[in-house]
């Protein structure tokens, strides 16, 4: 006669069970885990024939092409209230130019626009295809265009990497909030390893 309460030993065959269970579903998590790191850092191909430019920018990303001041610029919608952006442009230049020289140029122009800016450091740099240039890291005050919101300015990071080609400099931007701008910064950096130009 059995007590009360007294639980029955598990078969071999229900033993077998529960770890086929576990087991499957640890396969579910790893794969979900894997799915979902294959999601976040898919790219879409950027290519520019006209400037000899191609590039990888991440897919949920929105890109915008050809505007006044940039060859391409894309921007993470995701990132609110102020978007995560890649950008790179072409500035014109003359013979004897140098990376600290568009430096300079861009420190007046954003010192002239940008709330707060605040040039931040300056140090050489090089892309992983060997190619060298100059960064420099700054800071600005973001403040929403909207009359009707009413939200504190928000500090933005960004970084201007320079390289010169024949009778351009190529200037390739990171922006982001402050506060997750070393988090958001291997998106720049899978940019960067995928750009040629």
Known sequence: MRAEGYAAPLTLRQRLANYLVIGAALLAIGYGFIYRDNILSATFPFVNREAGITARYPARWLLEEGGARFVLRAQDPAALPFKTTIQLQLIPIGDGARPADILDLLDIDRAARLPA???LSRSPANLPGGQRGQQMIYAYAYIDPNPFLQAEPITVRALDLVILRTGQAVVIT???KADVFE??????????RSLTF
Do not use: V
Request: glycine letters at 0%; hydrophobic letters at 40%.
């Open 174 to 176: 990171y922006e982001a």
């Open 117 to 119: 800016y605040r040039s």
């Open 183 to 192: 988090a958001y910064k291997h998106y720049f950096d899978a940019f960067l």
